[in-house]
C-alpha cells in the first residue's frame, strides 16, 4: 500500500511533470532533426521555427491531430513523429490545390507515414473518422476568405471544427498579421489575416482563447505587402494563438 501511495504521488509531482514535459520536448527536438526530411524544408526552419510551434501548441504522445492543409508535409512528418505509434494525423488538403494533393501522395508513397492520413476534399471541410485533441491550421486560415480557392462560410468552418474536437480540445492557429480594417478582397491580394479578426470569428464559434505566442512576431514587417514580396517573404509579423473548446 505505502509503494503504491509513493507511485501515486510521484505521478503528481512537480518533478514528474518535469519529467515529462522533457520527454515530450526531447521528442520535439528529434523530430525537427529528423534527417529524413527534405532539405528545402530544413532550410525553412530558422524563419518558421517549428520547435517553437510545435511545443506552443501543445503536441503530445498518443493525440488525435487534425491538421488542415499539409501542403506536402512541412509540419506533418514532425507531428507524426511526436505523436508516435499511439497517436494519428488526419490531414484535409484543399481539392482545387492539385500541386499540395500530389505533393501529399508523394509523402505518403513509402508508407514509413503510418499514423498519416490525408484526404483530399473541398476547401471547408471539417470531418475527421474520430473525435480530436488538436486541430491545426498554419498560415491557411486567411486562405478561407479568398473565393478562388473554394467559398468557404468561415463561421459554419469555425462550428464544425469546435464539433471535431473533444472537450477540453485544443484549436491552434498561425497565421500572417494584417493592417487594421484589411478587408476579404484585401485579404486576397496580401494573404494576411488581422489577429483580432480571427480571435472574433474563433471565439464565435464557442472556442475561450487561451495563450498567444509571440516566437514569430516580427514589428519590422511592412504588413502592406504581399507575405510572398521578397522585401518580408520569410520574415513576416506572424501569431500564434491557442484556442480550446470547454470541457
Given at each position: 500500500?505505502?509503494?503504491?501511495?509513493?507511485?501515486?504521488?510521484?505521478?503528481?509531482?512537480p518533478?514528474a511533470?518535469f519529467?515529462?514535459?522533457?520527454?515530450?520536448?526531447?521528442?520535439?527536438?528529434?523530430?525537427?532533426?529528423?534527417p529524413s526530411?527534405?532539405?528545402?524544408?530544413?532550410?525553412?526552419?530558422a524563419?518558421?521555427?517549428?520547435?517553437?510551434?510545435?511545443?506552443?501548441?501543445?503536441?503530445?504522445?498518443?493525440?488525435?491531430?487534425?491538421?488542415?492543409?499539409?501542403g506536402?508535409?512541412?509540419?506533418?512528418?514532425?507531428?507524426s513523429?511526436?505523436?508516435?505509434?499511439?497517436?494519428?494525423?488526419?490531414?484535409?488538403?484543399?481539392?482545387?490545390?492539385?500541386?499540395?494533393?500530389?505533393?501529399?501522395?508523394?509523402?505518403?508513397?513509402?508508407?514509413?507515414?503510418?499514423?498519416?492520413?490525408?484526404?483530399?476534399?473541398?476547401?471547408?471541410?471539417?470531418r475527421?473518422?474520430?473525435?480530436?485533441?488538436?486541430?491545426?491550421?498554419?498560415q491557411?486560415?486567411?486562405?478561407?476568405k479568398?473565393?478562388?480557392?473554394?467559398?468557404?462560410?468561415?463561421?459554419?468552418?469555425?462550428?464544425?471544427?469546435?464539433?471535431?474536437?473533444?472537450?477540453?480540445?485544443?484549436?491552434?492557429?498561425?497565421?500572417?498579421?494584417?493592417?487594421?480594417?484589411?478587408?476579404?478582397?484585401?485579404?486576397?491580394?496580401l494573404?494576411?489575416?488581422?489577429?483580432?479578426?480571427?480571435i472574433?470569428?474563433?471565439?464565435?464559434?464557442?472556442?475561450?482563447?487561451?495563450?498567444?505566442?509571440?516566437?514569430?512576431?516580427?514589428?519590422?514587417?511592412?504588413?502592406?505587402?504581399?507575405?510572398?514580396?521578397?522585401?518580408?517573404?520569410?520574415?513576416?509579423?506572424?501569431?500564434?494563438?491557442k484556442?480550446?473548446?470547454?470541457?
Open positions: 500500500m505505502r509503494q503504491l501511495v509513493a507511485a501515486c504521488l510521484l505521478a503528481f509531482s518533478m511533470g519529467a515529462a514535459t522533457t520527454s515530450v520536448s526531447r521528442l520535439v527536438e528529434r523530430a525537427v532533426a529528423d526530411r527534405p532539405g528545402d524544408q530544413r532550410a525553412a526552419d524563419f518558421r521555427k517549428p520547435a517553437e510551434t510545435i511545443a506552443f501548441a501543445g503536441v503530445r504522445p498518443g493525440m488525435v491531430v487534425g491538421e488542415f492543409y499539409p506536402g508535409g512541412y509540419f506533418t512528418r514532425m507531428l513523429d511526436v505523436v508516435g505509434p499511439n497517436g494519428h494525423v488526419y490531414g484535409i488538403e484543399n481539392d482545387r490545390w492539385k500541386s499540395a494533393v500530389k505533393a501529399n501522395a508523394a509523402l505518403l508513397a513509402d508508407g514509413r507515414l503510418n499514423n498519416v492520413s490525408i484526404e483530399a476534399a473541398p476547401f471547408g471541410t471539417a475527421f473518422p474520430r473525435p480530436l485533441d488538436l486541430a491545426w491550421v498554419t491557411n486560415y486567411h486562405d478561407l479568398i473565393p478562388e480557392y473554394g467559398i468557404v462560410d468561415t463561421a459554419a468552418f469555425n462550428r464544425a471544427v469546435f464539433q471535431a474536437l473533444k472537450p477540453g480540445g485544443t484549436y491552434f492557429v498561425l497565421d500572417h498579421e494584417a493592417p487594421a480594417g484589411t478587408s476579404d478582397a484585401a485579404i486576397a491580394k494573404h494576411r489575416i488581422e489577429k483580432a479578426r480571427v472574433r470569428e474563433v471565439t464565435a464559434a464557442g472556442f475561450k482563447l487561451a495563450a498567444e505566442g509571440n516566437f514569430l512576431r516580427n514589428p519590422a514587417d511592412d504588413r502592406s505587402l504581399p507575405i510572398f514580396d521578397k522585401k518580408v517573404q520569410g520574415r513576416t509579423d506572424q501569431y500564434a494563438l484556442f480550446v473548446k470547454p470541457r
